[in-house]
């Protein structure tokens, strides 16, 4: 049906838009002095609002259009960006969060300092996964004409996109927030994409930026071995065809994350009768359709999919080990409006500054991991932010589950919120209360031939069990086996307390070789988001990779002396964050290894890792 956009349509597109975003998208084509005196959206008056809300529609009656923006100066940029949030920033915040709003395409991509040298006969990079951070490395290539190959063991891109395929798999953060700087306003449908959504988005990309015809799919890397006296790498590696080796003078490990599932064997796990599926490994033919379903794990896969699955099952029962904090989105399972549609094609900006908002919620949840001491010995928890998002998320459990204080009794953790990743509620709570629900808080201590055993004796029938268990996240760089210099072996040296690396990036000893998403590399706070550290760190491999050609070197390195410098002071900050206090029950959270290491993220306030990844401290490096 065709869309009639009439004043009425126009006010409606505003009233659902970003009211902040609205304000600096229309004051970047204004400049009108009233509206740069409004303060930000929470603190509107009725009267402001509407004067916003006025002066909006009535630009776009007139203006209305495609189109984007010129970048703005660095000092209006930055002025809008306060304005945006109301509320000023340091320089080094300024630089860490000047291309949320993407106006420039490919900010922070290598390029050559002069004309593109002459590269070695036969020189090439191997990308190993072609998902978001595989594309984001091989897009980086192409701007510098770099031969590279990528190799994935999947048959199409999009690596934990492309995997996992389980009922209600979508974003958990904003759509807006997925995309990257240089394919923006993609016209996602909801507000948090699904799944396959997400999968376009990304063939899309590896189409158009040329990844794609230089990938190999069902490519599986067994070993890298690094031959020291030509300084290049042997690849062994497998596909229907047989194997073969790939040689590379860069190795790029865009392997993911949450690559490895945590498959739990269950005692009398082969004398079930049913079936027992991994979220990661869901088949295309499997349907919970009339089924008892077993649901264990209640991390962001397993509080994805209940409902969904509730919805068409006869009965599900949800195991629960720990409880966790779990939190509610506006918007979340919502479709993107024809208004809010029409208002990101036809006012130039707002794309931009609905982004900027959209990350700029996030830009002080580090305030949540560091204690208050003045506040404990006045009889608070942990710090005040803390406190009150813990009785916020309390009273939200209660309001959920109908104040069922038996739900209740079991739900809220001990522990505090975003001791873990934190997980979003996709109607989980609420299907605890529909009459085909049960949770079960009781531990599980075998399969039987006809379900779930629990310590109390009480068996679960159930057809399938869906084992939402995790990933093996510290398992970096494997199953594939990796020899350095010497013959190292990467696990060796990593065994005496887990995988590090430095900057996420580098390990002495396997020269020319890097690591995307390594080990404490997750930003835990500061408010970017992934896929703009996907391109951040594909920027921080190709600034070496030039400073190699042009100075005609063939080896490039981390130092010894840096990595364990780097970790020591990694280490020193891990230690005074929530995660590795009592009060973060560190001891049942996967960000934390065997050996009590923070493992998974970087400690460090986001715009400092930003800066410690963005401006290559080449005293650090051995090139030669
Ligand atoms: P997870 O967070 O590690 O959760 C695993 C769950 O399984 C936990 O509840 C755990 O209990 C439970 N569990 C593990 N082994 C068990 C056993 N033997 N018996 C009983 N329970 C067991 O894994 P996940 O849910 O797959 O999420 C992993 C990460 O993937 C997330 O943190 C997130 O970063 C990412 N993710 C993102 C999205 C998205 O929307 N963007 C969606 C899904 C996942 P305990 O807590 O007691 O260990």
Redesign the pocket.
């Known amino acids: 049906m065709e869309t009639t956009v009439d004043r009425a349509f126009i006010r409606r597109a505003v009233e659902l838009g970003d009211l902040n975003a609205v304000r600096v998208a229309l004051y970047q084509q204004t400049h009108d002095p009233e509206l740069a005196a409004l303060p930000v959206a929470a603190k509107l008056t009725e009267r402001d609002r509407e004067v916003l809300v006025t002066k909006a529609v009535d630009w776009l009656e007139v203006n209305a259009g495609p189109g984007m923006p010129e970048e703005p100066s660095p000092t209006e940029l930055r002025a809008l960006m306060d304005m945006a949030t109301g509320e000023e920033m340091s320089d080094l915040e300024f630089e860490a969060r000047r291309d949320i709003p993407a106006f420039r395409p490919f900010p922070w991509y290598a390029q050559w300092s002069k004309a593109r040298p002459e590269l070695p006969e036969g020189f090439k990079a191997v990308v190993i996964g072609s998902g978001f951070s595989g594309l984001a490395m091989g897009i980086q290539f192409e701007l510098l004409g770099i031969p590279y190959l990528v190799l994935d063991r999947q048959p199409e891109p999009g690596g934990?996109w492309s995997i996992?395929r389980y009922p209600g798999?979508?974003?958990?953060?904003a759509s807006i927030t997925y995309e990257f700087s240089f394919e923006k306003n993609h016209p996602w449908t909801e507000y948090?994409a699904q799944g396959p959504e997400v999968r376009t988005y990304l063939e899309h990309i590896a189409k158009k930026y040329g990844v794609l015809a230089n990938t190999r799919f069902g490519h599986t890397l067994q070993s890298a071995t690094f031959d020291e006296s030509r300084n290049l790498w042997q690849l062994d590696v497998t596909s229907p065809d047989g194997a073969e080796t790939v040689e590379a003078n860069i190795l790029v490990n865009a392997l993911g994350?949450?690559t490895n599932p945590?498959l739990?064997q269950?005692e009398g796990q082969d004398g079930f009768g049913g079936q027992v599926v991994h979220?990661?490994q869901w088949p295309h033919d499997l349907d919970a359709t009339g089924k008892r379903v077993a649901v264990?794990?209640?991390?962001?896969?397993?509080?994805?999919m209940v409902s969904p699955i509730a919805e068409k099952a006869e009965h599900v029962y949800v195991?629960?080990?720990?409880p966790?904090w779990i939190s509610p989105r506006e918007k979340y399972g919502a479709e993107v409006e024809t208004e809010v549609r029409w208002l990101l094609d036809s006012f130039p900006g707002y794309w931009h500054w609905w982004r900027y908002m959209s990350v700029a919620g996030l830009f002080g949840t580090h305030g949540f991991l560091v204690p208050d001491e003045e506040w404990q010995a006045g009889g608070g928890t942990f710090n005040p932010m803390s406190d009150k998002l813990r009785d916020d998320l309390t009273a939200y459990i209660r309001a959920q589950t109908e104040g069922r204080q038996d739900l209740v009794d079991r739900l809220v953790p001990d522990y505090a919120p975003f001791s873990?990743?934190p997980?979003?509620d996709n109607g989980w709570y609420r299907a605890l209360t529909s009459d085909n629900v049960d949770l079960v808080t009781e531990?599980?201590t075998r399969l039987t031939e006809s379900g779930v055993e629990t310590a109390d004796g009480v068996v679960h029938d159930v057809d399938l069990i869906v084992?939402?268990?995790?990933?093996d996240?510290v398992k970096y760089l494997w199953p594939a086996r990796y020899a350095g210099r010497e013959g190292l072996d990467v696990q060796e040296f990593w065994a005496p307390d887990g995988p590090r690396a430095y900057l996420g990036m580098m390990v002495p000893n396997f020269p020319n070789m890097f690591v995307l998403y390594g080990p404490n590399s997750q930003p835990l706070s500061g408010g970017t988001s992934l896929p703009m550290w996907y391109v951040i760190w594909a920027s921080y491999v190709g600034q070496l990779v030039v400073r190699l050609l042009e100075d005609d070197a063939s080896s490039v390195e981390v130092t010894l002396d840096a990595y364990e410098r780097y970790n020591k002071a990694l280490d020193a900050e891990s230690s005074k964050l929530l995660l590795l206090q009592d009060y973060g029950a560190p001891e049942?959270n996967?960000y934390v290894n065997e050996f009590g290491r923070l493992q998974v993220n970087a400690p460090w306030y986001g715009p400092d890792f930003h800066r410690m990844c963005t401006q290559v401290a080449w005293d650090d490096l051995e090139i030669s």
């Open positions: 934990t996992n798999i979508r974003v958990d953060t948090y994350t949450f945590r739990p269950f979220p990661s264990i794990g209640n991390g962001s896969t397993g509080v994805q195991f629960q080990r720990t966790q873990r990743r997980v979003v531990p599980i084992t939402a268990t995790g990933f996240v049942k996967y």
